[in-house]
């Protein structure tokens, strides 16, 4: 709403970014595949760089990409390339699981996973 709008770019929202990546590093062993795509989507929507976390994430995920629906494989991969964070290995992952699942991802999830390998 307004209140973010009128807080996005200012000292406290890149401050609640950095302080939110503090708190959630220690704990992705315990998320779910979905808050992991959640949380990427989320720092890149918001454009806060974090590359630490961004890192951990794809150590985190990359072995479980099995666990992620079409849709979280999409916004993960849509994050990496939005925020311009490169991870290779969890690309030629989301990859393998795409090409694995083709009937059951639609052709908008699709479109997204094109634009971010392309990206």
Partial sequence: GLAVANLRGSEQWVELWVQIESAVLPKLHVCTAQELSNLTWAFAKAAHSAPRLFDAIAIEATPRLHEFSAQALDNTAWAY???GHMS???F???VVQAAARLEQISARN???????MAS
């Fill in 92 to 94: 030629d992952a989301i």
């Fill in 81 to 83: 390339a939005r925020s």
């Fill in 88 to 90: 290779p290995a969890l």
């Fill in 110 to 116: 699709l479109a997204v996973l094109v634009w971010a």
